[in-house]
């Protein structure tokens, strides 16, 4: 089994900057990709950012430049910069080893004045 841990959430100002970060622990032997994903309230769950394995990069449209996703062993960290209200929701970390999908509790982030 493996434990996916999200933490960094939580109430930002419009254009502040918040960083997620998620650790995964237990029988990692492979890493295929690890993501963060969100869902907002009466929406469905959507990519942001993915990383593979050989480091390469993609992300949503709706990122529009201003998240970077990186990746170090098994962590996972997503910087945020330049927030919207419309990036309220609960963040999940995603990761897939040798091939199963496994998810974080997730965060919640909240862009508000």
């Known amino acids: 089994q493996v434990q996916l841990v999200e933490s960094g959430g939580g109430l930002v100002q419009p254009g502040g900057s918040l960083r997620l970060s998620c650790a995964a622990s237990?029988?990692?032997?492979?890493?295929?990709?690890m993501g963060w994903y969100r869902q907002a309230p009466g929406k469905e769950r959507e990519l942001v950012a993915r990383?593979?394995?050989?480091?390469i990069a993609n992300y949503a449209d709706f990122v529009k430049g201003r998240f970077t996703i990186s990746r170090s062993g098994s962590n996972v960290t997503l910087q945020m910069n330049t927030l919207e209200p419309e990036d309220t929701a609960v963040y999940y970390c995603?990761?897939?080893?040798?091939?199963?999908?496994?998810w974080g509790q997730g965060t919640q982030v909240t862009v508000s004045s």
């Open positions: 990383i593979s394995s050989g480091g």
């Open positions: 237990g029988r990692i032997y492979s890493i295929n990709a």
């Open positions: 995603n990761g897939i080893f040798r091939g199963a999908n496994y």
